[in-house]
């Protein structure tokens, strides 16, 4: 848990290595048409634009010469045709390799929500919500360069050097090999620099990812900041963060700008060199115009290798991103179907807790041999105090996390034998903190059963008494609601949040804390609807208030994950132990 927090660096669990680049590229796969028809047009390109200086050799040597203007005419003439063929071929290379990217990205972005759907509540309990945020936003934008032009341009960069060495070969082969003296010094800059480049870009990545933690932190705790005006503490706690990011962020790209001056430098003295030693050849095998041309060459030869450089810098950037991003997509959920997990048939409701242990961390125990059987049709009352574990209970039920030992069983089928949505299908879970998400209200009852009609979603509104304030909205049903319901009361929230799950028609009910933020009125009013709603339902309720469960079936009274005190209200009340002392301080708060 003690990754949880804004400002600390998350490690990696493995280095980065060449898989992770080639799981990259297997992202294009589906586009292979595309890439070898944009492969195609970038060497056609190449070899359009390269024919230029081979062309200045020709009207050199030997049209200027001989005054020879028809042929320095079509020179220019297939000149003119080759700058033109380069730019089509660009053109539609961009608008190609820009959906490829985008669809790419697409892709990537779909494989991370689809498995943040899937992982388990301990995932999203040891790390800061902002820190995933940053992986499916952040991080995959990142990539959208060297997707989209990366990748075709190394192959056309590679093509484009093989074809100008072969140019300046035929033209000199001495002056070729003189040319190359530039190359080992590079290669060993560039294996000078690499690690050291990775690890900045691994930091930047950690910077930008605690700030983004910080920020979305912040604005979720907008109302408890103003409420205790700590707004100018925030603020230096931010300029700390992002003062952080902006250090990395400087070191990274100090860094990665080595390269570039590298070869601009190497490349300025190479071509000194060759002027020098070509201008004192020339009559000795040399003219002036193959020295112009291999000069031209050699220009021609260093920029692919200036952009083979930017893309060698994108890699390494990418790598820090690549290896978040895939660790996210490999990270294995705890909670998973059996192999020979079966589909949960429809069940009656009978749930029995068969010795169960359970801690959120191995050495802790929340849940200790908690052994009982609820029958169909039963309502099970959970009281006790805060932490006793009386969420954990119904959290395990739903199979939210796993029992360390003993069996949690429905209808005495094992859950953990049985596929996870399947069994949460026939539940319908109201959670503490009630969710509404953005849309209309009428969305939101119908979120988890998507074919019923109107007139039921009203009827399950009504049921739990909030048609009423809904009828009173500008838009009814229809009016919209923002994310997390921010212009609703909590009591609304809850309202609309138990008609969502009465509307699912589950065989199992949980309502943990359902009724906390609901007015006595309307909680008086609820408990009629409820008492029709609960029938033939096993129902697990998680008690504010003790008036709300004074008619159940059995009432476990919880204290430190032991139920120690279980029976009917009555028979509690009789004991004059646990349950009497807290209904008694219940009746001295109330009066």
Not at 541 to 555: D, F, W
Request: charged share 20%; proline share 3%.
């Amino acid at each position: 848990m003690a990754r949880n927090k804004f400002d600390i660096d998350e490690e990696l669990e493995a280095p980065f290595q060449l898989s992770h680049f080639k799981r990259l590229v297997g992202y294009l796969k589906p586009y292979k048409k595309l890439m070898i028809m944009t492969v195609c047009l970038m060497l056609l390109a190449s070899v359009a634009n390269l024919i230029g200086p081979y062309l200045i050799k020709v009207a050199i040597d030997e049209k200027i010469p001989n005054g020879d203007t028809a042929g320095l005419a079509m020179l220019a003439g297939i000149y003119l045709v080759a700058i033109i063929i380069t730019g089509i071929c660009l053109k539609y290379r961009i608008r190609i390799m820009s959906r490829i990217g985008q669809s790419v990205i697409q892709h990537i972005r779909k494989d991370l929500f689809t498995k943040l759907q899937k992982l388990d509540f301990s995932y999203y309990d040891s790390r800061p919500h902002g820190k995933i945020l940053v992986r499916v936003v952040n991080y995959v934008n990142s990539l959208s360069d060297l997707l989209s032009n990366g990748v075709i341009n190394l192959i056309t960069d590679l093509f484009s050097i093989f074809v100008i060495i072969c140019f300046m070969l035929m033209i000199d082969v001495k002056l070729t090999l003189m040319a190359m003296v530039g190359f080992p010094i590079l290669a060993l800059i560039v294996f000078l620099i690499k690690n050291a480049q990775r690890r900045a870009w691994q930091n930047l990545s950690n910077k930008q990812s605690n700030m983004n933690a910080y920020i979305h932190e912040s604005i979720n705790g907008i109302k408890v900041t103003q409420a205790f005006a700590r707004e100018h503490e925030n603020a230096r706690i931010f300029n700390e963060v992002s003062g952080n990011y902006r250090t990395s962020w400087m070191k990274a790209v100090r860094i990665q700008f080595l390269l570039w001056p590298s070869i601009e430098n190497i490349s300025v003295l190479s071509v000194s060199f060759i002027y020098v030693v070509g201008i004192s050849a020339i009559g000795d095998g040399v003219t002036v115009g193959s020295l112009v041309a291999f000069v031209g060459y050699m220009w021609m030869f260093w920029m692919p290798l200036a952009n083979i450089g930017n893309f060698y810098n994108a890699i390494i950037n990418a790598m820090a991103y690549l290896e978040r991003i895939f660790e996210t997509i490999d990270e294995k959920p705890t909670l998973t179907d059996a192999p020979n997990a079966k589909t949960l048939p429809v069940i009656n409701g009978r749930v029995e807790f068969d010795n169960v242990t359970f801690g959120y961390e191995r050495e802790e125990k929340t849940l200790d041999q908690i052994q009982f059987v609820a029958n169909p049709g039963d309502t099970i009352a959970l009281v006790g105090a805060t932490g006793s574990g009386k969420t954990t209970i119904v959290n395990l039920i739903s199979r939210f996390y796993d029992v360390n030992s003993g069996q949690v069983k429905i209808d005495d089928i094992d859950i953990k034998t049985v596929t996870i949505p399947s069994l949460r299908k026939q539940m319908g879970i109201m959670l503490q903190d009630p969710f509404i998400f953005s849309g209309t209200i009428m969305d939101n009852i119908r979120y988890g059963r998507l074919d019923a009609s109107d007139e039921e979603v009203i009827a399950a509104a009504k049921a739990v008494q909030a048609h009423q304030f809904i009828s009173r909205m500008e838009d009814g049903y229809l009016t919209e609601v923002n994310e997390r319901g921010t212009r609703l009361s909590t009591g609304q929230r809850q309202l609309i949040s138990f008609a969502r799950v009465l509307l699912a028609d589950p065989r199992i009910l949980i309502l943990d804390e359902a009724t906390s933020s609901i007015d006595t009125e309307t909680e008086l009013a609820l408990q009629k609807g409820l008492e029709t709603l609960l029938a033939g339902r096993t129902s697990f309720i998680i008690a504010h208030r003790l008036s709300t469960i004074q008619k159940a079936t059995n009432i476990f009274f919880i204290d430190k994950g032991k139920i120690i005190e279980r029976g009917t209200h009555d028979e509690l009340i009789s004991q004059r132990g646990h349950y009497w002392k807290l209904h008694n301080s219940h009746k001295r708060a109330v009066v």
